[in-house]
């Protein structure tokens, strides 16, 4: 039997297809990677010059869960930046609990939402009360951390980088609703992300779907905009997310891992992306950005690189507070006055034995500029809830070296063209 012979124009054909179809595999497979091979070894080489701060990071990477991501910055002659990303152990499939660093892509959503709302006279300094309409809900009707008792979106942001404020977190997710979070997030990119509850208060994920009515009021008291309580339908994917040997739930020790799978999830390089997204938008795609005005990048820049020792409303000079609480990448747990020329626009986590930070460095005095975010597991008991995790015996001082590790090679990395970092130049509150 004679068979038919494949046209040149049909065998063509399923040549694309197949092209196609594996550069979609490829993608998707990378997507998961994170790009993480063996070919980008310069974050280990910099660690193993310092074996008496990283020779246990290395040989532990695993069971510490640690994730490293490290961005050079170039610029042309017109400070145009280009960037080359470099990983260490960093990957998408290994969960890491956010904590508080969820609170970073909040903020940028809660401007976007103002914006979006396109309200005349309702801005981040509009008074912000919130209601409450369902089991779990509680009311904020003032803030007497403000200069006149108003609570409002630009003092909970400012709160969320100074001092990684939990309420103020708490408000924003109620404003945005769970639904709305998500769904923007993944529009940007981020579709691996799940923002599924309110931070330091137990609730349902019933009462976790169901965000508070809030009405917004200019100065005089008039009311600009009542938004009612709203109920998520947001379908999250099924996750098989567990951490430790196992956990306190009270007084009662379970001994088996902890689920994590109904909890906050941000895999570290949307974290770093999502920063770049706000840092340099005009490197990323339209449709990645968040929506916001030369005034609302002004005002992130300005508090996520503030110390709480020079903000004014509210007043942190208090031991508790010190300048570099919230800048775990080059100062870890170190206390003292900080050298102003150089400014970290960043955020951090910490909760469960994890510590997260994402960064953008800057000084500009040495015109240094990078970004690095980092994750690490400290909790070498393998027990949660118990409060006796390693923050101070291998977190803080991991997180301290590694950002002067970078530093210091940066220092000594040659560029063609100086950057001109006049745009991070902030005026501080004092």
Known sequence: MKSNPISFAGFLFC???????????????????????????????????????????????????????????????KNKP?????????????????????KMPISFLALQKLNELNIAGLDKNSSMITDS????????????????????????????????????????????????????????????????HRLQVSLTADENSHTNPIFFYDTSGKLLYNQPMQFSQQKFSD????????????????NHSMDFSQKNRIALDDFHNILKSVIFPESVPADQRFNLKDDDYKFLYQYMSQYPGETTYPSYDTPETWN??????????????????????????????????????????????????AAIYCNKDGILNDDKYDYNDVGYPFMKQLGRAIYEYELKRKKIFKPDLSKFKMKYDK
Do not use: C
């Open 133 to 196: 309409d369902y089991t779990g809900q509680t009311k904020t009707l003032n803030d007497p951390a403000t200069v006149d008792g108003r609570p409002t979106i630009g003092q909970y942001i400012k709160k969320i980088f100074l001092v990684s404020n939990n309420e103020a977190f708490n408000r924003l997710y109620e404003f945005l609703g769970q639904e709305y979070i998500n769904t923007e997030l993944a529009k940007k990119g981020y579709s691996d992300a799940q923002i599924r």
């Open 239 to 254: 996750r098989n997310d567990f951490v430790g040997t196992g956990y306190y739930q009270g007084s009662k020790l379970i």
């Open 324 to 373: 570099g609480i919230g800048k775990f990448l080059y100062w870890g747990a170190e206390k003292g006055d900080l050298p102003k020329n150089i400014r970290i626009f960043n955020k951090i986590g910490g909760a469960y034995g994890f510590l997260i930070d994402v960064s953008y460095f800057v000084d500009f005095d040495k015109k240094v500029e990078f970004m690095l975010s």
């Open 82 to 102: 280009s960037f080359k990303n470099y990983y260490f152990n960093a990957s998408n499939t290994h969960y890491f609990y956010p904590a508080s660093t969820v």
């Open 15 to 77: 040549v694309m297809i197949f092209v196609s179809s594996s550069t979609i595999a490829i993608a998707q497979k990378s997507k998961k990677q994170v790009a993480n091979s063996n070919d980008d070894e310069l974050i280990e080489t910099l660690m193993k010059k310092k074996p008496q701060y990283f020779d246990t990071i290395i040989q532990n990477k695993d069971s510490l869960r640690v994730q490293i991501i490290y961005t050079q910055i170039n610029r042309d002659k």
